[in-house]
């Protein structure tokens, strides 16, 4: 591992005040960023023996779970969730296993227990991806560590891979399951940075790869995550996350479905639906709701659904059968959540 | 140039770590096992292998080095962790406890210890120490209910040599003395 500097922050404002002073040279990856934030350490301190991160500094934010950030809250206008909660203790909560079953399970089926443990809520969603080619330097060509490299994925072992969002450039899965929650119950993040706070959808934190794949999120440099307001979703209790893998604990996802169900009788008044494992940022199946909405929940219209949500599918040479496989894994969750007893 | 597995079974580092700056140590104080430690170390150093190589504490085991294995876990405020996923600095002000922290003054061994012996819960013994860290901690986040459950979220924890079986074994019978205790 490469020296760098340690700095312990205690307040919002010295973590990002000391982030801001190490410029982001320009053309370089985000994971080259010359300083990072560090919680958990799950993702970072792995990715830094790789040699994939190289950071100057290493900022330690974990002081500020004494703030706002280290709670979670549930109020008449939802859910507030502190970006240095461990996922632990998220999965956990009784308001989010009863508001929100998608979000508790979504935590509790990722990792294991001593990651959970470790791992921050702001630091899951920025977990970077799996691609073995991006995890191995000795593979010279990864976008999104060096612009323009190329990928080596494209034609390489790409059975992990994403199908959906994938650009010529990047076919890397986005790995995290707590995100497709996010996404699903358009939840919002407080983000604070050197110009102050501000507010954005989680949709539109992370980048499709498109022609810059080493530009993953719409972080500025030195903005640094407080929390997460998942909005009152009553119907939300209707929800559940099913994550289909290679082993049934501790392991990543093929294909996973994050759903939640608004039922009038049969039919299904509205309804969420995000899809992990096949895509290459956190993804919202809109065209998959539309279809659903207004519909009896039978056969016929559980095909539309899954037809739609897959039919802007991209496989490779090895992915192909996530397409299937991601629509039988919508199949089942929608079917699951249907039959919850509430 | 692609480096390819021919190449690094040649020992070629891909890359040269510079050497720490001894001017640049930080001195921090770790509390492990109820006492405390002063430590001048790089900042690099992992909770780990400062346990390993600065404290002598060497029953915790490097696996994986990688946060795959679970063979390092250690509790830090009675949470399991993996401790090569945390610079040890990053753990000034909490309390660790390793596998050596687990035994009685008068050397009688831990519930969860014992039955690991009791039910033959290990063969060669490397990932031991990280399954009864992370097994004691199962039991206190009442994550030990049944079978399952414990197969769950042991699951941090891999045993190459597959006694599974045993140690869930192990687990349901330390849960009754712990809860006794």
Redesign the interface.
Known sequence: ??????SRADTVQSAVQTQSEFEMPSNTATVHAPSQY?A???TL??LM???VMRPQS?I?I?ALERTSSGEIELGSRGLHLGALVRM?TAADHPDVRKNYPMISQSLELA?????R??ASLGGNVLQRTRCTYFRD?????CNKRTPGSGCAALEGINRMHAVLGVSDRCIATYPGDFAQALIALDAQLEIAGPDGSRTMRFSDLHRPPGLSPHIETTLAPGELILAFMVPAVPWAKRSLYLKIRDRQ??EFALASAAVALDLDGDTVRNSRIALGGVSALPWRAREAEQKLNGRKLDDAALNDVAEAAFVQAQPREHNAFKVQLGKLTLIRALRQASTMEL | MTMTLLDRARGEPVVQAERPDSDALLNIKLRINGRDHRLALDGRTTLLDALRDHVGLTGTKKGCDHGQCGACTVLVDNRRVLSCLSFAAMNEGHDVTTIEGLVKSDGTLHPMQQAFIDHDAFQCGYCTPGQIMSAVACVHERHAENDAQIREFMSGNLCRCAAYPNIVDAVNQAKVQMKEA
């Open positions: 591992m490469r020296p760098f500097t340690l560090v958990g350490g799950t301190i792995d023996k790789l040699d290493v330690d974990n632990s990792a294991s227990p001593q990651i443990n470790m330097t000795s593979y010279s060509a604990s501790y």
